[in-house]
């Protein structure tokens, strides 16, 4: 079970071997697969082709979209909106309203409906109607501050997961499983992956984090204070900590160097200086 807090974003034809709870909602792509269960204190949606092997348990309303299955129950205490050829095995428990879409999609529908529009020549009630489709089409639902996001055709699993993109872990998080990501890495604070990591671009470690694993990157890799890996390091330059811990070798194509803060703090003191940032910062503290 992924357990987390805030909105959970799961995109197109993903692979999920868990389940997710949250506090927050959930979104759930086109062409998914969830092994486990889904519980939600607030909305779920599910869209089509997605298919559920848990059950969904839902303190909001819920979206099912055409030919989406739940291999188990379906509990919910808000409204139900189901699509067309949707399968739950083990039936469902709805405290609202309860709407079954019709197999023909709303677009037939929409294009009747301007068809008669062209023969009664409305041409205006044409244009309104089209503006506001396209109008819609750019609508945006908010997400919350904090929340999961899976991108398109990633796997997460236990074992072995896949990551076409970026990988930003948050602080004070534990992961469990190897990951191959098409991307950068980034693990906060107080963070533990119980695994290996694989990336092709940068990979940054920040304080405190503990990787059961190695680390393998095409690109640099940053190990930062009281940092503990118990794997190798091999990447195009490394650079790392003084009191960072690394049981295994370090590989670097470009070569390994310790971090030196008060190096940094005086080049990026520099840095701010050159483009007068120091100087629009003091301005800013007399205008405050």
């Known amino acids: 079970m992924i357990i987390t807090t805030g909105d959970v974003i799961i995109s197109d034809r993903c692979i999920v071997r868990y389940g997710v709870r949250t506090d927050g909602r959930i979104f759930v792509g086109e062409h998914v697969i969830i092994d486990g269960t889904l519980e939600a204190a607030h909305d779920v949606r599910v869209d089509v082709f997605s298919a559920i092997g848990g059950n969904i348990q839902s303190g909001g309303n819920v979206f099912l979209g055409e030919k989406a299955r739940i291999k188990g129950k379906l509990s919910l205490t808000g409204d139900l909106d189901v699509g067309d050829s949707v399968e739950i095995d083990q039936g469902f428990e709805a405290k609202g309203w309860i709407n079954i879409r019709s197999s023909i999609p709303t677009i037939i529908y929409i294009f009747i409906y301007l068809m008669q529009l062209l023969k009664l020549g409305r041409s205006e009630e044409i244009e309104r109607i089209l503006e506001e489709l396209e109008d819609s089409?750019?609508?945006?639902?908010?997400?919350s501050e904090t929340f999961l996001f899976i991108p398109n055709n990633s796997i997460i699993s236990n074992i072995t997961s896949k990551v076409e993109g970026n990988l930003h872990v948050g602080s004070q998080c534990t992961v469990v499983g190897n990951y191959d990501v098409k991307g950068n890495v980034i693990i906060g604070?107080?963070?533990?992956l119980i695994g290996a990591v694989r990336?092709?671009?940068?990979?940054?470690?920040?304080?405190?984090?503990?990787?059961?694993?190695?680390?393998?990157?095409?690109?640099n890799i940053n190990i930062t204070d009281d940092v503990q890996i118990?794997?190798?390091?091999?990447?195009?330059?490394?650079?790392l900590s003084k009191t960072a811990q690394v049981r295994g070798t370090l590989l670097g194509r470009k070569g390994v160097a310790f971090q030196d803060k008060?190096?940094?703090?005086?080049?990026?003191?520099?840095?701010?200086?050159?483009?007068?940032?120091?100087?629009?910062?003091?301005?800013?503290?007399?205008?405050?």
């Open 189 to 192: 604070k107080h963070s533990e």
């Open 262 to 288: 008060q190096r940094e703090a005086a080049r990026e003191k520099v840095k701010r200086f050159e483009s007068d940032v120091d100087v629009v910062d003091e301005v800013k503290g007399l205008l405050e």
């Open 199 to 219: 990336a092709t671009g940068n990979v940054l470690c920040q304080h405190k984090v503990k990787i059961h694993g190695g680390i393998t990157a095409t690109g």
């Open 230 to 239: 118990s794997g190798n390091i091999s990447g195009e330059e490394i650079l």
């Open 137 to 143: 089409q750019g609508e945006t639902i908010p997400i």
